[in-house]
């Protein structure tokens, strides 16, 4: 009887520890997620995508899991928008660039936000905004604040809301 | 029937005499920083003639000149813009081809994509660099014509300004028809055209330079500031013994600094000050002691150079905008 409680104590604290080494030895992901609507061309979002998941990995967080549990979202707006009658025009953008990185269940909310104005030129307002998404600093002191703040907040949740989301069963989906 | 020969011959001999008598003028002004020129076709021109872009900015549409589709298709107005240019070449104002710059700043933009050190390091260009990547010039020859038909009968109608670029002042303007032929082709009747009214415009043209040596450059300068800067323009402060606003001291700057004291301010505000119609010296005297030629950019560092003292002790930058337009922004550098 001592012998099966015992057995079963160390089985318990085993699984107790495992999980726990689990969740230490796995670094916190977040994935970046492109917003659903976005009026920005496909080369400006691949920018975009690319200079997130950059700022992600410089920071240790970066994943590429469609599962993560965290995710920073960019949302880009034109703020202005100015043509130049020159020989050849040029086309002036301010760009607005919101950064959040959310918890993607449970509340769903966000848990870290920044705000960066950038600005670009360009023969047309495609080139305009690249050439302004382009002028992103993923090491600048603000986008580091930023993530810092984001990986605290991750930090102060409870260690069951870091795992990652379980996937979704596909073995029934008919392609 | 119009003899376009002779006409032609009649027009040729008005202007050697034209180029004879500025060619005094141009001795002095080759010393001073010469003013570029260059040709562009009007927008009515371009736009009437589909050579336009279309620009979304802030919800409203711009059309604009498409000038590289029209050089690319237009033969006509290359055509008179060669003849334009060779006859102000002879003048000793060669011009700046706009076709050509246009091309220049393709290969430029190109080049400096591509070049990097040999430790990887790219060429910085910021935002404005790139908007500063245009086809520029000080005088702006703003050329637009059409080619009528009256019966049987062809002639052209053309209308051709001199524009200072900063100023935006018409210096120079001839517009006109040209006499009518059954028989001329349109460049020979664009050609005719442009010849007999160009010695009238040369004139004008002169008179402007004249008028610049006499009386000095005149640019336009403004003064604004970054929101770093420790204080706005309706500061005030002791200078030379009196107390006054930093707008008013700028005034008196320019009063003693400026050709006969010649100067407009136009408008102003907490965070900015715009003055038009400065007269600036056109050479100026080195540490050196030797005469060096001046333009706004060096004018306007003059102003910094005060700035940088007591009481105002702050950095600016200069901002140049070609011969005839500075800024000079308060706050930082």
Redesign the interface.
């Known amino acids: 009887m001592k012998r099966a409680i015992s057995t079963l104590l160390s089985f318990i604290v085993a699984t107790v520890v495992c999980v726990f080494a689990a969740v230490a030895q796995d670094p916190v992901a977040v994935n970046v997620k492109m917003p659903e609507h976005t009026t920005l061309s496909y080369q400006a979002q691949q920018l975009v995508l690319k200079k997130m998941q950059q700022l992600t990995t410089l920071n240790g967080v970066g994943s590429h899991a469609d599962d993560a549990r965290f995710s920073l979202t960019p949302l880009v707006s034109i703020e202005?928008?100015?043509?130049?009658?020159?020989?050849?025009?040029?086309?002036?953008v301010k760009l607005s660039l919101v950064l959040i990185v959310a918890d993607n269940v449970g509340s769903k909310s966000s848990l870290a936000q920044v705000e960066l104005s950038v600005?670009?030129?360009?023969k047309?307002?495609e080139e305009a905004v690249l050439?302004?998404l382009q002028?992103v600093d993923i090491r600048s002191a603000t986008l580091k604040r930023f993530m810092e703040q984001g990986k605290k907040k991750i930090a102060e949740l409870p260690p069951a809301a870091k795992l990652p989301v379980a996937a979704p069963d596909t073995t029934d989906v008919e392609i | 029937m119009l003899n376009i020969s002779e006409n032609l011959e009649s027009s040729m001999k008005k202007i050697i005499l034209s180029i004879a008598a500025i060619s005094l003028s141009l001795a002095a002004l080759a010393q001073a920083k010469k003013p570029t020129i260059m040709v562009?076709p009007s927008?009515v021109y371009c736009i009437s003639n589909s050579y336009s872009?279309q620009?979304?900015?802030?919800g409203v549409e711009?059309t604009?000149?498409?000038?590289?589709k029209m050089m690319q298709n237009d033969r006509n107005m290359r055509l008179a813009i060669t003849k334009l240019a060779a006859i102000m070449a002879d003048r000793g104002f060669p011009l700046k081809d706009?076709e050509q710059?246009?091309k220049n700043?393709e290969q430029e933009a190109a080049e400096v994509a591509a070049l990097q050190g040999k430790e990887g390091g790219e060429i910085v260009e910021s935002?404005?660099d790139?908007?500063k990547?245009?086809?520029?010039a000080d005088i702006i020859l703003d050329l637009d014509f059409n080619i009528q038909k009256r019966g049987p009968q062809n002639y052209v109608t053309f209308n051709l300004r001199g524009l200072d670029a900063y100023t935006a002042k018409q210096i120079a303007g001839a517009a006109g028809a040209g006499s009518p032929s059954t028989s001329a082709a349109p460049e020979l009747l664009l050609e005719e055209a442009v010849i007999s009214y160009i010695d009238e415009f040369n004139g004008r043209l002169q008179t402007f330079f004249d008028d610049m040596f006499k009386n000095g450059r005149e640019v336009k300068l403004q003064l604004k500031r970054f929101g770093s800067a420790a204080f706005d323009f309706e500061e005030e402060f002791d200078y030379n013994g009196e107390t006054m606003m930093f707008g008013d001291i700028i005034d008196a700057w320019l009063e003693k600094n400026c050709v006969q004291g010649r100067f407009n301010r136009v408008d102003g505000s907490s965070n900015m000050i715009k003055y038009e119609q400065v007269r600036i010296p056109m050479f100026k005297e080195s540490s050196s002691g030797r005469q060096t030629a001046i333009d706004a950019r060096i004018f306007a560092n003059d102003l910094r150079s005060l700035l940088r003292k007591p009481p105002f002790s702050v950095d600016c930058k200069v901002y140049q905008r070609g011969l005839g337009e500075a800024w000079v922004v308060v706050g930082e550098k």
């Open positions: 202005e928008s100015n043509v130049t009658p020159t020989a050849p025009p040029r086309q002036l600005k670009g030129t360009g047309n307002e050439n302004a002028q | 562009v927008d872009q620009f979304v900015a802030n711009q604009l000149p498409d000038y590289k706009l710059e246009l700043l935002p404005i790139k908007l990547r245009t086809a520029k």
